[in-house]
Nanobody, 120 residues
Framework: QVQLVESGGGLVQPGGSLRLSCVAS????????MGWYRQAPGKQREFVAA???????NYTDTVKGRFTISRDYAENTVYLQMNSLKPEDTAVYYC??????????????WGQGTQVTVSS
């Protein structure tokens, strides 16, 4: 059973920083894209950042220069370093990954989400 578990959310003041982590666990044969999405109250879930297997990263325009995605391939963990946080970054942040479980085929997996609140 493959699971994605996020951590690192919380309450931070504007201009502050947080680091989110997402660990993929289970009988995993391979993992390709790992990334982050977010959903603010009353809004649709939106793409934030993703890291593909060749190491290249993509970001939505609103976080470029402030957020950095990275990955520990050995630990099947993806991180999102968030700096210069703004109130509009407030949302539930979800981890998403394309995973090939052992004995199964490629699938898309989501974490349960972690709340990030930026407020003074």
């Amino acid at each position: 059973q493959v699971q994605l578990v996020e951590s690192g959310g919380g309450l931070v003041q504007p201009g502050g920083s947080l680091r989110l982590s997402c660990v993929a666990s289970g009988n995993i044969f391979s993992t390709k894209v790992m990334g982050w999405y977010r959903q603010a109250p009353g809004k649709q879930r939106e793409f934030v950042a993703a890291l593909i297997s060749d190491g290249s990263a993509n970001y939505t325009d609103t976080v470029k220069g402030r957020f950095t995605i990275s990955r520990d391939y050995a630990e099947n963990t993806v991180y999102l370093q968030m700096n210069s946080l703004k109130p509009e970054d407030t949302a539930v942040y979800y981890c998403k990954a394309e995973i090939w479980p052992m004995g199964d085929s490629w699938g898309t997996y989501w974490g349960q989400g972690t709340q990030v609140t930026v407020s003074s």
